[in-house]
């Protein structure tokens, strides 16, 4: 199986910055598909951005633009760099993975918490 560690997350102003990361183990890191979920209080669970490969990424459109997925294949990391930070950002964050292209994300870190404050 496995394992997903996210880090990164914390309390930032309007406009400002953070980098979550996500280290993966169990698993050859370059055969997965990872994405970025998520969460914010009282709402369903969203996807935020998708990575196959070192170039080939996707992002939902209230994002586009400001965040960022890359990975370091050595490292077996994948990161979310988030810019230009509004306060609908604010969410808990899941790093997922998954074997299959056209699969459903199998394994999921226990989330990192990210708050945005106007």
Known sequence: QVQ????G???V????SLRLA?????????????????QAPGKERE???SSWGTTIA??????KGRFTISRDSA???????????KPEDTAVYYCAAKIRAGARYEYWGQGTQVTVSS
């Open 4 to 7: 997903l560690v996210e880090s």
């Open 9 to 11: 997350g914390g309390l």
């Open 13 to 16: 102003q309007a406009g400002g």
């Open 22 to 38: 996500c280290a993966s183990s169990g698993r050859a890191f370059s055969s997965l598909g990872m994405g970025w979920f998520r």
């Open 47 to 49: 996807f935020v951005a």
């Open 58 to 63: 996707s992002y939902a459109d209230s994002v």
């Open 75 to 85: 490292k077996n990391t994948v990161f979310l760099q988030m810019n230009s930070l």
